[in-house]
């Protein structure tokens, strides 16, 4: 695993004339980015290698390493609320007044404002560049919002993008030198944006001063730091010369001086979702975003492998729309809810439109995820894979092997009915475990028990058997999740 972007950096596995196998990795300069006179030198990413018996094992060497940093989140990763689902770019501030209220009624201890809060931003075609809060929309600025979120006892996060540019905005029209580009033409467009050219000073300088004006005007605990295009054609103006490589040495620093600036900063790793989650990004950011889908069959697969390399506090994993905007697909809160409670968890649904049943059992998530997410947050994940292709095995075991959560993500029909037997790996082979099925908020009518549920009070059975013999898989309907907790019996 390079530590700098993906789109930098390359992995190769090559078969040597001796028959022997060898894998490198390093930077995947471009052209010219890099010359050295003379006496000069060049250092490349650090390159982290892991191996382990098995999956498991090798994400446990990652998750491990990664929680021995000095800068790994150490106080509990806050339940957030993040509005971009809820209003997009519509910001109005009564509306963003009622969903704080409404978070904070639900135990959400974080409130994210996302893209739309700057000048002339009505859309994704205009203003971005320009981070100054938009008066047309804002008349008193921010405060009255940050102050109420403070007051009620949340913290307040904003959505930046600082290394993107609109053309239509007023840096770009008074600087279209700091824009990327190559042979005197812009490189075509990524949600009607370009790349704003960092390693100028004058354009570091600029992004820089508009970020400390803002973030020292306001209570920002919190930013979401968005990248929502590839560098196509990213070369510094007059020459054309590629660079991608000064580019992210210019974000990292930017990023650097920021939480130097204002300590205790928290800054999310969003880039589209998923696109730039690595190790050298982890060394100045505190999370990452998986995806910006949120369908919580989509998100069963894509939080499984992102924690193949992180751990679960630093994936950023929230409580959609009931209708999906990416795929259209309609899931149950149950399904939502338990698909995100396994990361650090948020909610992206537009609170006001939830019906009261919705709030009432999204609240028991919250409460839940609080009252586990110690043991979520600092255990050994576990994936089993032994059983029914269709179910998604997963959870998480308490360092001292005393507990664990197991969750069972029912992703399709199986082709066998009734399902058989799934096994939990992780435990201590010689104690006894009693496992017991959670229920959080309204009870699933589909969910058929095994006889070993004995109405709920579970079943008693040693690691050893856990893990080579294992239960009978509960029945339940497609798209759903059932949530399992597993205690050792003392005495």
């Not at 209003?87 to 009624?105: M, N, S």
């Not at 295009?229 to 990292?252: E, I, N, W």
């Not at 995806?291 to 069963?300: A, F, H, N, T």
């Not at 609240?363 to 995820?369: K, L, Q």
Request: aromatic share 8%; net charge negative.
């Amino acid at each position: 695993m390079c530590t700098w972007p993906s789109a930098a950096t390359t992995v190769t596995s090559l078969r040597l004339p001796t028959d022997a196998q060898v894998i490198g990795g390093g930077e995947l300069l471009l052209p010219g980015e890099v010359r050295l006179g003379r006496d000069e030198g060049y250092s490349g990413p650090w390159l982290y290698a892991a191996y382990g018996d098995g999956l498991d094992d090798q994400a446990h060497r990652f998750h491990r390493f990664l929680r021995g940093r000095a800068t790994h989140p150490a106080r509990p990763r806050p339940v957030t609320l993040n509005v971009w689902e809820a209003v997009y770019f519509d910001h109005d501030v009564d509306r963003l007044l009622d969903l704080a209220e409404r978070a904070a009624a639900l135990g959400v201890e974080r409130f994210v404002l996302d893209d739309g809060w700057f000048r002339g931003r009505r859309d994704d075609r205009r203003g971005l560049g320009d981070w100054v809060v938009d008066e047309t929309v804002w008349p008193h600025g921010l405060s009255p919002l940050v102050d109420r979120v403070t007051q009620l006892g949340m913290e307040f996060g904003l959505w930046f993008e600082p290394e993107m540019v609109n053309e239509d905005s007023d840096v770009a029209r008074s600087h279209p030198e700091w824009v990327m580009q190559t042979g005197g033409r812009l490189p075509l467009r990524s949600r009607n944006q370009q790349v704003l050219d960092l390693a100028r000073p004058e354009a570091y300088a600029h992004v820089l001063e508009q970020m400390t004006r803002v973030l020292s005007d306001y209570d920002v605990a919190y930013i979401k730091w968005d990248h929502n295009r590839d560098l196509v054609d990213a070369g510094t103006m007059p020459t054309g010369a590629a660079g991608t490589h000064r580019q992210t040495l210019a974000a990292y620093r930017l990023m650097d001086e920021l939480k130097r600036r204002f300590q205790g900063l928290e800054i999310e790793s969003c880039s589209s979702g998923g696109g730039r989650v690595d190790l050298g990004v982890l060394e100045r950011t505190d999370r990452v975003w998986a995806s910006d889908c949120v369908d919580p069959l989509e998100r069963q697969g894509i939080n499984l492998w992102t924690m193949q390399l992180l751990p679960p506090e630093l994936v950023g994993a929230h409580v959609g729309s009931p209708v999906n905007e990416t795929t259209g697909r309609r899931h149950e809160l149950s399904f939502r809810a338990g698909t995100a409670v396994h990361g650090h968890f948020g909610i992206e649904c537009d609170l006001a439109k939830a019906s009261a049943s919705e709030i009432h059992d999204l609240a028991e998530w919250v409460a839940f995820h609080k009252a586990h997410r110690e043991l979520l947050h600092t255990g050994d994940v576990i994936r089993s894979d032994d059983s029914d292709a269709t179910l998604s095995i997963h959870g998480v075991v308490s360092a001292d092997r005393s507990e664990a959560l197991v969750f069972l993500g029912y992703l399709s029909r199986s082709d066998g009915s009734p399902r058989g037997r799934f096994t939990l790996p992780g435990l201590d082979p010689h104690r006894r475990y009693r496992i017991v099925p959670v229920v959080v908020g309204t009870p699933d009518a589909g969910l058929a028990p095994p006889p070993w549920y004995h109405d709920g009070t579970g079943i008693v059975l040693s690691g050893r058997a856990l893990a080579v013999t294992g239960l009978r898989i509960p029945g339940a309907r497609p798209e759903r999740v059932v949530v399992l907790r597993v205690q050792e019996e003392v005495g």
